[in-house]
């Protein structure tokens, strides 16, 4: 099993930046992919980028340009950098740790607001 903490959101204006981090309670290497996902109102839950253990990246159309995931293997924790955000960002942003044996788990979610 593992835990996931996500913090790092909260309101912004258009434009603006935030980071995203989701700490692990396990070594992210032991971890086949780290994603990231965002579910609007209304909407169903879709991948906004993905890290694999060998470090390859992957980015929804949405993102590429404007967001950016990386990792701290020594604090097992991973993170989105979110540039150039627009109101259509907005969204309850979750962790996810896919696992070897095809498993997953997810974190509690981290709210993203943008807004002016």
């Known amino acids: 099993q593992v835990q996931l903490v996500e913090s790092g959101g909260g309101l912004v204006q258009p434009g603006g930046s935030l980071r995203l981090s989701c700490a692990a309670s396990r070594n992210i290497f032991s971890i086949y992919a780290m994603r990231w996902y965002r579910q609007a109102p209304g909407k169903q839950r879709e991948l906004v980028a993905g890290?694999?253990?060998?470090?390859?990246?992957n980015y929804a159309d949405s993102a590429k340009g404007r967001f950016t995931i990386s990792r701290d293997i020594g604090k097992n924790t991973v993170y989105l950098q979110m540039n150039s955000l627009k109101p259509e960002d907005t969204a309850v942003y979750y962790c996810n740790a896919f696992m070897f044996d095809r498993s997953d788990y997810w974190g509690q979610g981290t709210q993203v607001t943008v807004s002016s």
């Open positions: 890290i694999s253990t060998g470090g390859s990246t």
